[in-house]
């Protein structure tokens, strides 16, 4: 599993970027999938039209799932969607294909 967690934007957001079987990489090696991880901003006021949030990254049996998580204006709860497990990002790259 390889995985980009960034920031800074105050926009979540999750990215599968498509690897490869075949050898295309520098030194004829294959390129294994990325998952890039956004975070929201926790703790800002400048929300940019989300609330507050922050990922709950849950790695497994070397997957791992990414749960958004935010401020409700009194508890932090579970995003109804996108939660992003490990079959929604499959489902997206058979889509690509």
Do not use: C, F
């Not at 090696?29 to 006021?45: D, K, N």
């Amino acid at each position: 599993m390889r995985l980009i967690l960034s920031g800074h934007l105050h926009r979540g957001y999750v990215r599968l970027h498509r690897g490869t079987s075949r050898a295309t990489g520098p030194g004829g090696h294959a390129r294994p999938e990325l998952l890039v991880v956004q975070a929201g901003s926790a703790i800002s006021t400048r929300l940019r039209g989300e609330p507050n949030a922050y990922n709950r990254i849950i790695i497994q049996d070397g997957h791992a799932r990414i749960e958004p998580r935010r401020w409700s204006g009194s508890a932090w709860v579970s995003a109804a969607a996108p939660a992003w497990p490990l079959e929604v990002l499959a489902e997206q790259a058979k889509a690509a294909e």
